[in-house]
């Protein structure tokens, strides 16, 4: 409360009660510990996600709030989330929904006054939710005998562990089934071919071929087209 003084020291009435809080300073910045995929992957900065919504996770001060933000190449900042810091001083946030490409986030903590820490450094996440084309049928190819080469549709081959063989997104793995079997997997090299070959031969009989391609964010293509043969060595 203040009283107003005359110079005879005459005091007036007193103001009405003013509260005010001395804020201090502003919080520490929070700390960034961690982004996960709906699955509990830890995503690493720039690893591609098909979770469109990954969950950060960090500490930061007792008693403040945190705001994750999606920060622009101009530097202007987009909300996409905000939560309590717990008594362990722990936070954990899933973001909005993320457009397919990079995304900077960054975080800040603000107290009861109303003050916000500087940000963290960036922690950029690329969301990729588009499976890979679906590929080719696969090669396959004879590797011994005296018919050497690629099958057609149908043919019999006396080769038990032929070359399977094709192209696809560059790093993408490679899933060869026969039926619903797994054959093997690779990964597509920078030139954009495929090569690989059974560890273990294939039974007498009838096979049906085909192949998937999984692109480094998760995303899993349709399954191509089979294609038919048979394994006669016998």
């Known amino acids: 409360q203040l009283q107003p003084l005359d ?3 005459n005091a007036g009435e007193l103001t009405p009660m003013l509260d005010f809080t001395v804020a201090g300073a502003a919080p520490q910045a929070p700390a960034i510990t ?3 995929d709906d699955a509990g992957g830890n995503i690493q900065p720039n690893q591609p996600t098909k979770d469109a919504t990954p969950t950060l ?9 945190v705001t994750v933000y999606e920060v622009s190449a101009e530097g202007e ?3 996409v989330g905000s939560v309590a810091v717990d008594g362990k001083g722990q936070w954990s946030i899933s973001t909005q929904n993320l457009s397919d490409g990079t995304h900077n986030l ?3 903590a603000t107290d009861g006054a109303g003050q916000e820490s500087v940000a963290t450094g960036a922690y950029p996440v690329s969301i990729d939710t588009v499976a890979p084309d679906q590929p080719a049928p696969a090669q396959v190819i004879d590797q011994v005998g005296d018919k050497k080469g690629a099958l057609v549709s149908g043919e ?5 562990t032929p070359e399977f063989k094709g192209e696809g997104e560059a790093g993408a793995t490679v899933t060869v089934y026969d039926g619903t079997t797994v054959i093997g997997t ?3 090299g920078g030139d954009g071919q495929w090569s690989l070959t059974p560890a273990t031969g294939l039974s007498q009989g009838e096979h049906s071929v085909t192949v998937t391609l999984t692109d480094k964010a998760g995303n899993v293509s349709a ?3 089979a294609l038919p043969f048979s394994v006669g060595t016998e």
């Open 34 to 36: 961690g982004v996960y």
């Open 223 to 225: 399954p191509s087209e």
């Open 156 to 160: 019999t081959t006396d080769d038990a």
């Open 57 to 65: 996770e960090g500490t930061a001060t007792l008693g403040t709030e």
């Open 7 to 9: 110079a005879a020291g």
């Open 77 to 79: 900042r987009v909300v």
């Open 106 to 108: 960054i975080a800040t």
């Open 186 to 188: 690779t990964t597509i």
